[in-house]
């Protein structure tokens, strides 16, 4: 039986293969892994349009992203349905699926080899780019499959301020700030967390938009990967401006009453200008917000499931007794007219 993630206590950033080809010139492909809203869709369309291989068939143009989505619709749709089957969704703010759900090494099997044939059928590229946000949650199988297939997986990660996130949420599903800075905390410290043993490189979402040329740069040397073959004038038409439509506050959320937000976006915009990471901190961190999230979610599955039910079974009888008693009330004053 195998669980999600392991128990693992990196202290420090693993990176492999820095600094040349991959080896054998295997085919790359660059997770575009974090926190939704935070520039995924621009970054997986500028690398793109500096010679990434996207998928077939993806998600389309929305209001909420109308220059599109960049995302592989038969990835989203094998992801949900691993997800829905362990009660979970990209919305689940909690890391019960990360390190408390035991998966069959058989339903494990079928999963690999579901991502498997995905990452078989796409094109023949020497890199590809691959964005979907649930794979930050199910990174472990992603990556796993990845290597399997003969790839060498690498991740680029968009790092944006949280209250900008926690707005495009809000415009986009009426999301409370409490869970967008949750869902915030939770996809950064995991694409952080789960990508230590992978060439990697954190992008902030603004200087992206202010100097791509200057962010395709990093890339490139970070990851050792070809980004030359560029579309400019495409890429300048599409990382307008435009695409920053919620700014950042003054104050960041608390989580749990813990002031953890702020420290990992600091970490996190450091490491996107190429300053060393303190990965221990930032385990601290992990830690106890896995601990506080265990607390309240256990506490509020046991009143759900033990007394709840006594609650919701009572309820009967006391509308019953208040519709008596209005009734009593109402042959009493019909008695005194």
């Not at 080899?113 to 590809?128: G, S, T």
């Not at 579309?231 to 700014?247: C, G, K, M, V, W």
């Not at 709840?308 to 042959?331: F, Y």
Request: charged share 25%; with cysteine; aromatic share 8%.
């Amino acid at each position: 039986m195998d669980v999600l993630d392991p128990e693992r206590r990196l202290d420090r950033v693993i990176v492999r293969h820095r600094g040349g080809s991959p080896p054998g010139d295997s085919p790359v492909i660059v997770f575009v892994l974090g926190m939704g809203r935070s520039g995924t869709s621009a970054l997986t369309r500028a690398l793109s349009l500096c010679g990434g291989a996207l998928p077939a068939t993806l998600v389309g143009a929305d209001d909420s992203n109308q220059k599109g989505h960049w995302e592989p619709l038969n990835a989203l749709h094998l992801n949900d349905g691993f997800l829905t089957r362990h009660g979970s969704t990209w919305f689940d703010p909690t890391l019960r699926l990360q390190s408390e759900v035991v998966i069959s090494s058989a339903e494990r099997d079928i999963f690999l080899d579901r991502i498997k044939a995905f990452l078989r059928a796409l094109p023949p590229a020497p890199l590809h780019i691959i964005k979907e946000p649930r794979i930050t949650a199910l990174s472990d199988f992603w990556l796993d499959a990845a290597r399997q297939t003969g790839f060498c997986p690498a991740a680029a990660i968009p790092v944006r301020h949280p209250e900008e996130v926690s707005a495009s949420l809000t415009a986009r599903y009426g999301m409370s700030s409490e869970l967008a800075s949750i869902l915030w905390l939770k996809y950064n410290l995991l694409a952080e967390r789960h990508s230590r043993d992978l060439p990697r490189v954190f992008v902030e979402y603004s200087n992206l938009l202010r100097d791509w040329r200057a962010e395709t740069s990093r890339i490139e040397a970070a990851l050792s990967i070809d980004l030359s073959v560029r579309d400019e004038a495409a890429i300048d038409d599409f990382l307008s401006p435009t695409l920053q439509r919620q700014h950042r506050g003054a104050r960041t959320s608390r989580v749990f009453g813990e002031q953890w937000v702020s420290p990992v976006y600091a970490a996190l915009s450091g490491a996107a200008r190429d300053e060393s990471l303190d990965t221990s901190a930032l385990d601290a961190i992990f830690d106890s917000y896995r601990a506080c999230e265990h607390a309240v979610r256990i506490s509020l599955d046991e009143f759900q499931s033990r007394f709840l039910p006594a609650a919701a079974k009572a309820r009967p009888l006391i509308t019953r007794l208040v519709n008596r008693l209005r009734a009593v009330a109402r042959r009493a004053s019909d008695a005194r007219h």
